[in-house]
């Protein structure tokens, strides 16, 4: 387990990247280029900053794991509302505006502030939580078996 949770560590370069440039370097038409997040802030600094801001103003007798719950599906139906109706949404938001990028960035934030909050107020670890089950996701769906399949693990035959 915990060289499986090691690994996922390792692991600098999405294979979905790998052959989209091209002999220049240059990235071909169509490729994604590469994404990272900023190695700060992590988890843990987030929850301690919500944590600091709900202290501040005596919001705790609010933020129950119940009510941070409805608050993060509330969240989510407003990031949901940006992409209604669109069809242009594809990897990397082209053609969308600054103005959209930015409420989208809004959203994905609250969904994350909440979603940290619960898990804080549930008392789970959730960066630890979040590798155990990718390594269970990992043993459930072998690349080697299930790899350009949509399908559940329960449709697979043994
Ligand atoms: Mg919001």
């Given at each position: 387990m915990v060289e499986c949770l090691a690994g996922l560590h390792r692991?600098?370069?999405?294979?979905?990247?790998?052959?989209?440039?091209?002999r220049l370097g240059n990235w071909r038409k169509g490729g994604q280029q590469p994404f990272s997040f900023s190695a700060e802030p992590s988890m843990e600094e987030i929850r301690r900053l919500q944590g600091e801001f709900t202290a501040e103003r005596d919001w705790n007798q609010f933020h129950q794991p119940r009510s941070l719950l409805l608050a993060l599906v509330g969240e989510v139906g407003e990031l949901a509302e940006l992409f209604?109706?669109?069809?242009?949404?594809a990897e990397g938001l082209p053609g969308w505006t600054e103005a959209e990028r930015e409420r989208l960035e809004h959203e994905l934030s609250d969904v994350l502030i909440y979603l940290l909050e619960l898990a804080e107020k549930c008392r789970v670890d959730l960066p630890r939580a979040a590798l155990r089950k990718m390594a269970l996701n990992r043993a459930k769906y072998p690349a080697s078996r299930v790899r350009g399949s949509a399908r559940k693990y329960t449709e697979y035959e043994d």
């Open positions: 692991r600098k370069t999405p294979k979905s990247w790998v052959g989209k440039r091209n209604q109706w669109r069809a242009d949404a």
